[in-house]
């Protein structure tokens, strides 16, 4: 059936430092694939996506790729910052219109 | 638009009681979600709708949990009795067809 599976956490880093986190997903059929954030006590915001194969979805300084040949869709960013604290999911939308959304990785950012 | 409201933002109850959560969805938006977060199991999909129709209610823990979407700007979510395992919040979103869903702020539901 239809998963997803995300890098576990927490995540910790310095300020500046590089973020990769990883979501690969069950290949049944041409996702669309997205990346969300949640901040403490908020709901979920979208943060980027990626339609179809190759797409390089992008905001905030964020970038993830849509893989097809590997089924993944990694979440990344040069420098990360204190604000960018959060819990992140990933989530392919499927046929009938349903999200499967990751686990969740929370990165910790520290000064 | 506002976005996706949903009230009340925080519910405390006893046990036994009943519990309606609601949601009103961004205008315009076809499909209807209703997820349950938890530090155990993360974010779980409760049910959907499409078009006032409920599509996929699989996630339903139990017959405790009913939801309904009398029209296409309002849904409930309603746990009868509440049981204190309930106690999680409870997140609402919208979408239309094949884009991002848009979630509300969540209601926190205590069960005492």
């Known amino acids: 059936g239809n998963s997803v599976t995300q890098m576990e956490g927490p995540v910790t880093l310095s300020e500046e430092a590089f973020l990769t986190i990883n979501c690969t997903y069950t290949a049944t059929g041409y996702p669309s694939l997205f990346w969300y954030v949640q901040y403490p006590g908020e709901g979920l915001q979208l943060l980027l996506k990626a339609t179809k194969a190759d797409d390089k979805g992008s905001n905030k300084g964020f970038e993830a790729t849509y893989r097809k040949e590997t089924t993944s869709f990694h979440l990344e960013k040069g420098s990360v910052q204190v604000s960018d604290s959060a819990v992140y999911f990933c989530?392919?939308?499927?046929?009938?219109?349903?999200?499967?959304f990751g686990s969740g990785t929370k990165l910790n950012v520290k000064p | 638009d506002a976005g996706v409201i949903q009230s009340p933002r925080h519910e405390v109850t006893e046990m036994g009681q009943e519990v309606t959560l609601r949601c009103k969805p961004i205008s315009g938006h076809d499909y209807l979600f209703w997820y349950r977060q938890t530090m155990m199991r993360g974010l779980e999909l409760l049910i959907y709708?499409?078009?006032?129709?409920?599509?996929?209610d699989s996630g339903m823990p139990e017959d405790r949990f009913s939801a309904k979407m009398p029209n296409a700007s309002f849904s409930t979510l309603k746990i009868q009795p509440s049981e204190p395992r309930d106690s999680a919040v409870y997140f609402c979103a919208s979408s239309r067809t094949n884009t991002e869903a848009f979630f509300g702020q969540g209601t926190r539901l205590t069960v005492v």
């Open positions: 989530a392919p939308l499927y046929n009938f219109n349903k999200f499967y």
């Open positions: 709708f499409n078009n006032n129709v409920p599509i996929d």
